[in-house]
């Protein structure tokens, strides 16, 4: 099946893409880079999957794949990129803790040999109280969905059922502990009934490779 010129562009850009970074940019970050509109790359997106170039699989957490040989059967093809879909949850403070935010912000596109687990979310920090965690303002932490946490483990919780902070968790006989890893910020303390531990933080995406797109689905 032949691509117009349009098309194969856009396909050598993501796989030049896929090849630098290891994952595929999203339809946002694309945007930029192309200088088109959002909806001009979504539409090449769509254009590329009905051709058999391209194959997104699943609603949440989606995984897409680059078949750049395109001219031969889907299961013959050797060369086969990937990049994972997880969804960005609001923003969570690191800091004075925010007030959290239950709908979808986007979706961030993650290798998925690095982050396999199922049900993985991300949120995105703002702040400086964990900078000495190597957790930056600004960045895109990948969360794994706990509702424990064992002490020292850097945790997102959620506050008295409104507010969501991410910092370090400590449990004693009469509390709980949450601290910031930057002298700056104080030890939080709370009582057992004001916490809910929403996930333990397993990876950090830097600045600007903390890329998503648009609202989730």
Not at 5 to 33: C, H, N, S, W
Not at 181 to 199: E, I, K, R, T, W
Request: with cysteine.
């Amino acid at each position: 099946m032949v691509l117009t010129t349009k098309q194969q562009q856009f396909l050598d850009y993501l796989t030049e893409r896929m090849d630098d970074e290891g994952r595929i940019p999203t339809l946002r970050q694309a945007a930029v880079d192309l200088g088109v509109s959002h909806t001009a790359v979504a539409q090449l997106m769509t254009q590329l999957e009905k051709k058999g170039v391209l194959a997104r699989e699943g609603r949440y957490g989606r995984t897409i794949r680059l078949y750049p040989d395109y001219a031969e059967r889907p299961d013959e093809r050797q060369s086969v990129r990937r990049g994972r879909e997880l969804p960005l949850i609001g923003q969570v403070t690191a800091g004075l803790p925010m007030y959290a935010q239950q709908e979808w912000e986007g979706t961030v596109l993650v290798d998925p040999d690095i982050f396999p687990g199922d049900s993985l979310f991300c949120l995105r920090i703002k702040g400086e109280s964990m900078k000495d965690a190597g957790i930056f303002d600004g960045d895109v932490v990948v969360c794994e969905p706990r509702q424990y946490a064992e002490n020292g483990e850097i945790v997102a919780v959620l506050v008295r059922g409104e507010e969501a902070t991410v910092k370090r968790f400590f449990l004693y006989t009469d509390h709980i502990e949450l601290r910031p890893a930057n002298d700056a910020f104080s030890v939080m303390c709370y009582p057992f009934g004001d916490l809910l531990v929403q996930g333990k933080v397993i990876g950090v995406i830097r600045g600007r490779h903390a890329e998503f797109d648009g609202k989730g689905e």
